[in-house]
């Protein structure tokens, strides 16, 4: 008997140190999600793992039930079913991993629906967010490249190049080192042979270029040496667009309206404290100048509306604050839009915005064709030829730039509508709490965490007309992290009612 006692208090102590274990990677998982994808995918699935060790050492299981449990298995079912029937079977099935993350979404809404463990790593995902956008706003301060201001007549640095610079090019880099004066690209002219070349790296417009300049040409100036011998004028450049430590702005752009939407919340719903609103007035500030300096238009207008839906879902003078934010930080962002761009906020001469309307007509063609099961994930990649996609092959391949054409196009009719579904109970069950649920009778952290998950939401469907934002690893972490804080906060107030009703 004894011995029977002390294998199961052993076994239960396993199964606690595992549960803590998993706990810490699940804070791991929401530091790094506005990093990098291998560390936040890495840390939930070690989450998940130990977590389950931990179940079945401790012999009990259970998933939090939430109402997205139809319409979200029922995707994932569908896509299933599609990936049978796909042109590309293997390349479909192993698409679906990516759509199962939604997985962290029931993990988070089951493990951090007792205590504070939901508000603890919200303020985690934000303060960690807070270290990219303070090495963001560095690097504009900063300048990354020399821009060319001007080119002196006579000028040696189109003359006696295989390239062409303009007035408005951006020198990068000179043989991998990083330009940050003009004695970078002298130095790196000296040092080498007279016959050899110098690789330049630069950047015209948005369009990243590389060319060579022959060493020869320039040694061989007698009466000019150093910096003198370019006959160019160049300033810091700062016109670049911000992506973090991604590699792509739009990326960076659309986990920064998530983020800076869950900042808003905490902003709206936080004690009437000076502290208190010094620390998320600043850190919306930054976190929305920050997407500013993305120049990506849609999630701007994205974090706008998502403004807009927490201000309506707020109460109090605080809604002030947050609406002369906007009201100066979209003009400057439509501005810097403008001015590194040179396309408006709604351009439909802008070149991005004709190629995304003639792919979009491509996806919608192939939605006719196959309008129940799709094509199957990834199978545009390896039959858009004789498909003739792409304006044949004029356009770089790659998705639909929609995520409702682009499961449309992979999964079928139904799944769109199932993941219209997804994204209508959640923004109903998120909204009909607020509204029903006093907001004296919820802790304030409770609250931001709601709005801030509401918010985002609504500006994630809203940027998803134009960009393909569910099919971004990053982004979905975030999306999925977010909302699962939010459902997990829906479940613990109303596990502690029941409770309140059984005594």
């Given at each position: 008997?004894?011995?029977?006692?002390?294998?199961?208090?052993?076994?239960?102590?396993?199964?606690?140190?595992?549960?803590?274990?998993?706990?810490?990677?699940?804070?791991?998982?929401?530091l790094?999600?506005?990093?990098?994808?291998?560390?936040?995918?890495?840390?939930?699935?070690?989450?998940?793992?130990?977590?389950?060790?931990?179940?079945?050492?401790?012999?009990?299981?259970?998933i939090?039930?939430?109402?997205?449990?139809?319409?979200?298995?029922?995707?994932?079912?569908?896509?299933?079913?599609?990936?049978?029937?796909?042109?590309?079977r293997?390349?479909?099935?192993?698409?679906?991993?990516?759509?199962?993350?939604?997985?962290?979404?029931?993990?988070?809404?089951?493990?951090?629906?007792?205590?504070?463990?939901?508000?603890?790593?919200?303020?985690?995902l934000i303060?960690?967010?807070?270290?990219?956008?303070?090495?963001?706003?560095?690097?504009?301060?900063?300048?990354?490249?020399?821009?060319?201001?001007?080119?002196?007549?006579?000028?040696?640095?189109?003359?006696?190049t295989?390239?062409?610079?303009?007035?408005?090019?951006?020198?990068?880099?000179?043989?991998?080192?990083?330009?940050?004066?003009l004695?970078?690209?002298?130095?790196?002219?000296?040092?080498?042979?007279?016959?050899?070349?110098?690789?330049?790296?630069?950047?015209?417009?948005?369009?990243?270029?590389?060319?060579?300049?022959?060493?020869?040409?320039?040694?061989?100036?007698?009466?000019?040496?150093?910096?003198?011998?370019?006959?160019?004028?160049?300033?810091?450049?700062?016109?670049?667009?911000?992506?973090?430590?991604?590699?792509?702005?739009?990326?960076?752009?659309?986990?920064?309206?998530?983020?800076?939407?869950?900042?808003?919340?905490?902003?709206?719903?936080?004690?009437?404290?000076?502290?208190?609103?010094?620390?998320?007035?600043?850190?919306?500030?930054?976190?929305?100048?920050?997407?500013?300096?993305?120049?990506t238009?849609a999630?701007?207008?994205?974090?706008?509306?998502?403004?807009?839906?927490?201000?309506?879902?707020?109460?109090?003078?605080?809604?002030?604050?947050?609406?002369?934010?906007?009201?100066?930080?979209?003009?400057?962002?439509?501005?810097?839009?403008?001015?590194?761009?040179?396309?408006?906020?709604?351009?439909?001469?802008?070149?991005?915005?004709?190629?995304?309307?003639?792919?979009?007509?491509?996806?919608?063609?192939?939605?006719?064709?196959?309008?129940?099961?799709?094509?199957?994930?990834?199978?545009?990649?390896?039959?858009?030829?004789?498909?003739?996609?792409?304006?044949?092959?004029?356009?770089?391949?790659?998705?639909?730039?929609?995520?409702?054409?682009?499961?449309?196009?992979?999964?079928?009719?139904?799944?769109?509508?199932?993941?219209?579904?997804?994204?209508?109970?959640?923004?109903?069950?998120f909204?009909?709490?607020?509204?029903?649920?006093?907001?004296?009778?919820?802790?304030?952290?409770?609250?931001?965490?709601?709005?801030?998950?509401?918010?985002?939401?609504?500006?994630?469907?809203?940027?998803?007309?134009?960009?393909?934002?569910?099919?971004?690893?990053?982004?979905?972490?975030?999306?999925?992290?977010?909302?699962?804080?939010?459902?997990?906060?829906?479940?613990?107030?109303?596990?502690?009612?029941?409770?309140?009703?059984?005594?």
């Amino acid at each position: 008997m004894t011995q029977a006692i002390s294998i199961s208090d052993s076994r239960l102590s396993f199964g606690n140190y595992f549960e803590k274990t998993s706990t810490f990677f699940l804070y791991c998982c929401a530091l790094a999600a506005p990093h990098t994808i291998a560390g936040s995918q890495g840390s939930f699935l070690a989450a998940a793992f130990f977590w389950l060790i931990s179940c079945l050492l401790k012999k009990e299981f259970s998933i939090k039930r939430t109402p997205l449990d139809f319409p979200l298995l029922g995707l994932f079912a569908w896509a299933s079913l599609s990936a049978c029937f796909s042109y590309e079977r293997m390349t479909s099935f192993s698409g679906l991993k990516q759509l199962a993350f939604f997985s962290l979404f029931y993990f988070v809404a089951t493990r951090a629906c007792d205590g504070q463990r939901a508000r603890r790593l919200a303020l985690v995902l934000i303060c960690s967010c807070s270290i990219n956008v303070c090495y963001s706003i560095y690097q504009k301060i900063k300048g990354e490249g020399l821009r060319i201001d001007k080119i002196y007549e006579g000028s040696l640095i189109n003359r006696r190049t295989n390239i062409i610079f303009v007035e408005g090019d951006v020198l990068l880099r000179a043989d991998g080192k990083a330009i940050t004066s003009l004695q970078v690209l002298s130095d790196a002219v000296d040092n080498g042979p007279a016959d050899s070349m110098v690789k330049v790296d630069f950047r015209h417009n948005e369009l990243l270029l590389t060319g060579e300049i022959l060493r020869r040409r320039f040694q061989k100036q007698e009466k000019l040496v150093g910096v003198e011998r370019f006959a160019i004028e160049v300033s810091p450049a700062r016109d670049f667009r911000s992506q973090g430590f991604y590699n792509h702005y739009s990326t960076y752009a659309e986990v920064l309206q998530l983020i800076t939407s869950l900042v808003f919340g905490f902003l709206l719903a936080s004690p009437r404290k000076v502290n208190w609103l010094l620390f998320f007035g600043l850190f919306a500030l930054a976190f929305t100048t920050t997407l500013v300096f993305t120049a990506t238009r849609a999630p701007l207008a994205a974090l706008g509306l998502s403004a807009f839906i927490i201000t309506i879902f707020s109460q109090g003078q605080r809604r002030l604050i947050l609406i002369a934010l906007l009201l100066v930080i979209l003009p400057v962002g439509a501005y810097a839009i403008a001015k590194w761009r040179g396309v408006g906020l709604i351009d439909l001469k802008d070149g991005s915005t004709t190629w995304r309307l003639e792919i979009w007509q491509e996806g919608l063609n192939l939605v006719k064709k196959h309008p129940i099961l799709g094509i199957g994930k990834g199978s545009e990649r390896k039959h858009w030829k004789e498909w003739g996609m792409f304006r044949n092959g004029e356009l770089p391949p790659g998705h639909f730039h929609s995520t409702f054409l682009q499961i449309a196009v992979w999964w079928g009719i139904p799944a769109l509508l199932l993941y219209l579904a997804v994204i209508g109970q959640m923004i109903k069950t998120f909204a009909n709490f607020l509204l029903t649920v006093k907001a004296d009778a919820l802790n304030w952290q409770q609250r931001a965490i709601i709005l801030g998950a509401l918010g985002g939401l609504v500006g994630f469907s809203f940027s998803s007309l134009v960009h393909f934002n569910f099919g971004d690893g990053e982004v979905v972490i975030v999306f999925w992290l977010i909302l699962g804080l939010a459902m997990a906060e829906i479940l613990s107030i109303k596990n502690n009612k029941s409770a309140e009703m059984v005594e």
